[in-house]
């Protein structure tokens, strides 16, 4: 009895997960891109306050704008990677301190072009549904999450696997593009079962 009870409250779950499953290629990948706004946020605060001496504000300015140039860096090659070998669906670009903000009010400037610069002319296709790609430890370390921001239902893969090798392979400096090309390579072999 406890067998039929059990199975009556995955089978729901079950049925979601084929949903999402099914509809997944019909959709349109959002990979929000983490700029880390609190830090920025801090660092501009320390850079402007008057109780701070002039060493401490220079230092903060200087930290601010080496953060900038590494999160530019960062969208750029986050942006090439996933133009490059990323094929499963299409995919926008947006920060992701802009996502609330779209899910109000969505038809605003929220994404980027191909150089990591706000573009008000992108945006969904009509009636297109959507969703997530997103950081989850590291820089290119990602996560598929459904439009809420949810985990999409087992047995869908949505945390990208790494292996020995691929760690290696990180440390030699590909670790933008191997983490496309097997978050592609991890989502295509599973749609095809």
């Known amino acids: ?25 019909q959709k349109v990948g959002i990979v929000r891109i983490y700029c880390n706004n609190p830090k920025v946020k801090l660092l501009e605060n320390l850079a402007s306050d008057p109780k701070s001496t ?39 670009f ?16 929220y994404f980027l072009d191909n150089k990591g610069q706000i573009d008000a002319n992108i945006s969904l296709p009509e009636g297109s549904e959507h ?8 820089d290119y370390d990602f996560r598929i999450l459904d439009a809420n921001g949810n985990p999409p239902p087992y047995p869908f893969p949505y945390k990208l696997k790494y292996g020995f090798f691929s760690k290696i392979r990180a440390f ?3 670790h933008g593009s191997m983490s496309v090309k097997r978050l592609q390579k991890q989502l295509a072999t599973y749609l095809k079962s």
């Open 1 to 25: 009895m406890r067998w039929l009870l059990i199975l009556s409250l995955l089978f729901p779950l079950a049925l979601m997960g084929q949903e999402f499953d099914r509809t997944f290629t």
């Open 172 to 174: 030699m400096g590909e």
């Open 131 to 138: 969703y997530l790609i997103v950081q989850e430890n590291y």
């Open 54 to 92: 002039p060493d401490q504000r220079r230092q903060a300015d200087e930290e601010l704008k080496r953060h900038q140039i590494d999160r530019f860096n960062y969208t750029r090659s986050l942006i090439d990677n996933f133009n490059a070998y990323y094929h499963i669906t299409p995919v926008y």
């Open 94 to 109: 947006m920060p992701d301190s802009l996502y609330r903000a779209f899910l109000t009010q969505p038809s605003g400037a």
